[in-house]
């Protein structure tokens, strides 16, 4: 089993739509959970950080934590073009902190 | 407060030369990690320093990478020699303390002819 899994997409949504990302994960002691968008040819940049079950909500984007069920999602409000890109979900894997467990990131597509 | 700085940004050069990739983490952040990304295989932690000190350098691919952290505020990644299959982006990331999140410089684009 991968410790993390994405769908890899493409993702396709219309501009103005809700775009949701999921992310689930093996490692049920995993804590610390990141959501980075990478534009292509460019770095990540992290956007969300969650830490605990719930939700977590800046600006459009709301991260969604559920540690019974191993997943952690991302909502994007109201899709702008300027949102394509490729978003990868991170975590730290228990009792190494150190070393981030990285998805291999899903292909958003927001059309105008 | 300025980011993590990679320099070069960009590298062409042929099979067998040395290649150096340098990184100067955000100050005061503890931990530096050096990462290679590939369409096939995503993003690949190579090596990361804590306090300067590697911790753990087991995705270095072989004898041919090296890294060292001289101080707090820069570090290298060597390839010598280099192969045409080292052809990526290598980035470099830093973070302030365990758990936290790390932050990207804007990686190096390396091309071995």
């Not at chain 1, 103005?16 to 804590?31: E, F, P």
Request: hydrophobic share 30%; charged share 20%; aromatic share 10%.
């Amino acid at each position: 089993q991968k410790e993390v899994e994405q769908n890899s997409g493409p993702l396709s949504v219309p501009e103005g739509a809700i775009a949701s990302l999921n992310c689930t994960y093996s490692d049920r002691g995993s804590q610390s959970f990141f959501w980075y968008r990478q534009y292509s040819g460019k770095s990540p940049e992290l956007i969300m950080s969650i830490y605990s079950n719930g939700d977590k909500e800046d600006g459009r984007f709301t991260a969604q934590l559920n540690k019974a069920s191993q997943y952690v999602s991302l909502l994007i409000r109201d899709s702008q073009p300027s949102d394509s890109a490729t978003y990868l979900c991170a975590f730290y894997n228990a009792g190494n902190n150190r070393k981030l467990i990285w998805g291999l990131g899903t292909s958003l597509a927001v059309n105008p | 407060d300025a980011g993590v700085i990679q320099s070069p940004r960009h590298e062409v050069t042929e099979m067998g030369q040395e290649v150096t990739l340098r990184c100067k983490p955000i100050s005061g952040h503890n931990s530096l990690f050096w990462y290679r990304q590939t369409m096939m295989r995503g993003l690949e932690l190579l090596i990361y320093f804590n306090n300067n000190v590697p911790i753990d350098d087991s995705g270095m691919p072989e004898d041919r990478f090296s890294a060292k952290m001289p101080n707090a505020s820069f570090s290298t990644l060597k390839i010598q020699p280099s192969e045409p299959r080292d052809s990526a982006v290598y980035f470099c990331a830093s973070r302030t303390g365990d758990f936290q999140p790390q932050h990207f410089g804007d990686g190096t684009r390396l091309s071995i002819l």
